[in-house]
């Protein structure tokens, strides 16, 4: 957090490790269900045990919501979206450091326009992920890939409302 990111050999450095932790974090979980002992753990500790596997992979992939299975300490090297396990959040710092990463080499060499729209989601994060949480948790909650594009269409068009009025996010606000 402290990094000076203008720096150029930060980009490449800050992809290569994200790259390599997410994919170490899902290698470390295709190995820890690969196996039949953790394998009938997790099944035996799920929440509705006795679930077979294929159908357990299935519902793990969807995501857990913050919370995984305790039974077993099989479950923090499970990966599952959201699920708090040690794979899920080593998965998803590497991934943001993978982001990061390109978005400083891209930044070097693509003309700046483009980032002064982005700035503007990227100043007011809190409010767009609260309301997406809040808009994913509603019946209007869809999820897809179609769900992915329109939120973050969204995200950019009013971060950059936001910006070019010279506002800050309203929980940004707050806080």
């Known amino acids: 957090g402290r990094l000076d990111l203008r720096r150029a050999a930060w980009g490449p450095r800050l992809a290569l490790v994200g ?13 820890v269900t690969r196996a039949e002992g953790p394998r009938a753990d997790l099944v035996a ?3 509705r045990p006795g679930t077979p596997w294929p159908d357990l992979v299935v519902e ?35 991934t943001a450091l993978l982001v990061l990463g390109l978005m400083l080499l891209l930044v070097r060499l693509l003309p700046r326009a ?6 503007g989601a990227g100043s007011m994060t809190l409010t767009l992920y609260t309301t997406h949480v809040l808009v994913m ?11 992915l594009v329109l939120h973050t269409v969204a995200a950019v068009v009013v971060g950059s ?15």
């Open 19 to 31: 790259a390599w932790t997410a994919a170490l974090a899902l290698a470390v979980s295709a190995g």
């Open 45 to 47: 500790t799920w929440w």
């Open 161 to 175: 409302a936001f910006a070019r009025a010279g506002f800050r996010g309203p929980l940004e606000a707050g806080v």
């Open 114 to 119: 483009p980032w002064e729209v982005l700035a």
């Open 60 to 94: 793990v992939r969807r995501g857990m919501y913050g919370v995984h299975p305790t039974g077993s300490p099989w479950w923090l090297g499970v990966w599952s979206p959201h699920s708090g396990s040690v794979a899920d959040l080593a998965h998803t710092a590497g």
């Open 137 to 147: 948790a509603s019946p209007l909650g869809v999820g897809g890939h179609g769900a």
